[in-house]
C-alpha cells in the first residue's frame, strides 16, 4: 500500500507515525525462517543476515515495515544505502556487524496464515503489536508507534529531530496493495534553498534537468541537477531563457554534461538533505528568479 503527499494537518480519524528513512520491505515468517522482500518482489535475505533471527516469531506472519541503520536512534540514510548496495556473503556479513539493520514494524497482512488485508488498521496495529510485544528482546526488531490526532505537533517534534518526516494512517482503512490511497498520506521535511542555474540537460528539444550551484562556505559550488517540480509552462518558459544564455563552459566546475549558461538565471530549490559527496537529496523546483529583467529581479 502506498501513499499520497501531504502538508501537516490535524484529525482524530489518523495516526501519526514516524516516516522510517530506509528501506520499504515485507517479512514473511515461514517454517524456513524470515524472508525478506522489496517493493519490487526482490529478495533481501541474504542481505541483512542479522534479522534472521526475527524467524522466532512465528511462521504464518506478513509484516509490513521499513528496513533501516540507526545511528543515535535515528534513521542513517547514507548506513542504509551502504547495506543496499552490498552484494555477497562476506560484504553483508561484515556491514551487519559495523552497520546493522532494524526491522521496523508498522502494519501486520497475515496472522498465522489468515489474511488481515480487510480489517480495519486500527485492529491490524493491535494485532501487531500483541506479536511483536513478547519478542521485543529481539535485536534488529522495533515497533513503528504514533500517536492519534495531533499531527501537526507531532511532524514538527519529527522535523526539529531532523528525521525524514511523519505517515498519517487513517484509522479505519483496509491494506490496499499496490494503491496508492488518500487513506496513507507521507508528509515529508523538507528544506529549501536559492541555487543559480549553472546549465540544463535535454532529451531531444525537451528540458530535463537544471544545472544548479549553491553558495558553500563562501564559495559557489555544484550542487546536483533538478528536474522534478517543472511543469509545462516552465519548461518551456526556461528553455527559451536558457537558449539565449548559452556559453562553453560552467561557470564553476562541474562533474557532469550539458549545456552551460551565463549568470542571472537562479531557482530555488526544495531538498532533504545533503548527500556525502555534498548534492542536494531529492530537489524540487519551486521558482524560476531571473535578476537581468527591466525593472529588477523577475519571479
Not at 149 to 162: I, L, Y
Not at 165 to 176: F, I, P
Not at 273 to 298: K, M, Q, S, Y
Request: net charge neutral; with cysteine; hydrophobic share 40%.
Amino acid at each position: 500500500m502506498l501513499a499520497r503527499r501531504a502538508e501537516p494537518f490535524d484529525s482524530d480519524e489518523f495516526l501519526f507515525e514516524i516516516k522510517w528513512d530506509g528501506t520499504r520491505a515485507q517479512g514473511r515468517i515461514t517454517d524456513r525462517g524470515a524472508v525478506w522482500t522489496n517493493r519490487r518482489r526482490a529478495d533481501l535475505t541474504d542481505r541483512y543476515p542479522e534479522l534472521a533471527g526475527l524467524g522466532e516469531l512465528g511462521e504464518g506472519l506478513l509484516l509490513d515495515g521499513e528496513i533501516v541503520v540507526l545511528r543515535d536512534g535515528k534513521p542513517d540514510f547514507r548506513g542504509m544505502l551502504s547495506r543496499e548496495q552490498a552484494r555477497g556473503p562476506q560484504r553483508a556479513a561484515a556491514l551487519s556487524r559495523t552497520a546493522p539493520a532494524t526491522f521496523v514494524a508498522f502494519d501486520l497482512l497475515f496472522l498465522r496464515g489468515e489474511s488481515l488485508l480487510d480489517a480495519p488498521l486500527l485492529e491490524r496495529r493491535a494485532a501487531l503489536h500483541a506479536c511483536l510485544e513478547p519478542y521485543s528482546h529481539l535485536p534488529g526488531l522495533l515497533f513503528s508507534d504514533g500517536v492519534v490526532g495531533a499531527g501537526r505537533a507531532f511532524t514538527e517534534a519529527a522535523v526539529a529531530q531532523q528525521l525524514e518526516g511523519v505517515m498519517a494512517k487513517r484509522l479505519t482503512s483496509t491494506y490496499l496493495p499496490g494503491v496508492r490511497s488518500a487513506d496513507w498520506l507521507k508528509i515529508k521535511r523538507r528544506l529549501r534553498i536559492q541555487c543559480a542555474i549553472l546549465g540544463f540537460q535535454l532529451t531531444g528539444r525537451e528540458l530535463r534537468s537544471l544545472i544548479v550551484a549553491t553558495d558553500v562556505d563562501g564559495e559557489l559550488r555544484y550542487v546536483g541537477k533538478v528536474g522534478s517540480g517543472l511543469d509545462g509552462a516552465t519548461r518551456t518558459r526556461l528553455i527559451t531563457l536558457l537558449q539565449q544564455r548559452r556559453r562553453a563552459t560552467p561557470l564553476v566546475a562541474c562533474e557532469i554534461d550539458g549545456l552551460f549558461v551565463e549568470p542571472g538565471l537562479y531557482c530555488t530549490v526544495d531538498y532533504l538533505e545533503w548527500t556525502a559527496a555534498g548534492h542536494l537529496r531529492a530537489p524540487v523546483f519551486v521558482e524560476l528568479i531571473v535578476d537581468d529583467a527591466p525593472n529588477g529581479c523577475d519571479r
